[in-house]
């Protein structure tokens, strides 16, 4: 009798819908992710090449002290360091704010191209009745991998009004 009851819930299981998508790749591939990319790129290009012209000119700076560091006199060379220890402090700290700020700004795109793919997903879901979608499984089947028409669905929707 025991048996009878276990054949109806397992089949009742095996004839639910899943779907699995693959997050990382559609922060990484669909077309809110990739214009986020390129905003992001604008938005950081001027500091990028502020930081490229100091580093430069602190490796004219390293490369001066190198080859005429001996010439010069103590006072001279020290003071010729000292200046060029300021400024590579300075570059550094800059350097580790340009990148504070972009990773902060980065996870706000991302986080918006995250809840706009969530939303599509839970269109999907009701749409074609899956009853459970899961994201970022070890292993799936390819046959239940819907990342593709998230990614799809992605490229012709609006991005969020702000």
Known sequence: MGLGLAVPAGAA???GKIGVVQIERIVRDSAP??????KLEAEFAK?????????DQLKRMQ??????GVTMSETQRRNKERDFGEQSRDFQRKQREYQEDVNARRNEELAQVIEQANRIIRQIAVDEKYDIIL?????????I????KVIKS???SKPPAK
């Open 13 to 15: 299981i095996a004839q």
């Open 47 to 55: 500091r990028e090449g502020d930081l490229k012209k100091v580093s």
């Open 154 to 156: 992605l490229e012709g």
């Open 63 to 68: 490369d001066e002290l190198e080859k005429e």
């Open 33 to 38: 992710a990739l214009r986020a990319q390129k």
């Open 135 to 143: 994201q970022e499984a070890a292993y799936a089947n390819p046959r």
């Open 145 to 148: 991998d819907i990342t593709d």
